[in-house]
């Protein structure tokens, strides 16, 4: 398996992905492909180094968007490279067009319209007024978890430490938002906010343990 073959060091990350651009768009399985697809993110953000993550991000999404635009009209697979090119857009400021255009036509079901807002909310392309006029849209239980994710993706140090505050505080929110929370504060270009602020992650461990019930432990731990 070549993705065994890059998470032991054997098969070279930029090798990887030049396997999947020339095969993945041949894949007609839709289970399979969306586990190549998943394998490449990882292998972009975990596994390449510093210097060439930023190029790869703008490669891939721009290779997720031509997968995008030549897969079947309405197929399962559109949506598979739709949503890939969401997740990678997430990365890549010259992608926000793109993904404004997914609002404005193919975007139809709330969790693909989340997922663009996401994206654009990560490259400090939508505003919490863009947002908030989302959730009126979508004023259920699941989209204001989403809508509490997207305004802590967004490049804003300070609500990031009003994020983590409120994750740190026992009785605060419900296992839903603390999902949300910690979903706005790991993306990849709010890493260096989210590491600086959970810089003294080991010594608190044992105060999360004791202060807060087990299920929601277990996510601040895991993050």
Known sequence: MLWNAVRDAKLKVQDYLDAVAAHGPKETEPAILATVLQQLRMAVENYLPDSARKTARRAEAARAWQGLDESELGS????LWARHALALSATDPDSAGRVRGLLAGLVVDPEMRWQSWMALAALGQASVEDLDAELERDHTKTGVAHHMAALTARPDDAAKQEAYRRLRTPGELSNEHCLALIEGLRTPLGAQTFANLNGSYFDDL??????????????????
């Open 206 to 223: 044992e105060q999360i343990w004791q202060e807060f019930p087990i299920e929601m432990a277990q996510r601040l731990v895991v993050g």
């Open 76 to 79: 399962d697979l559109q949506r």
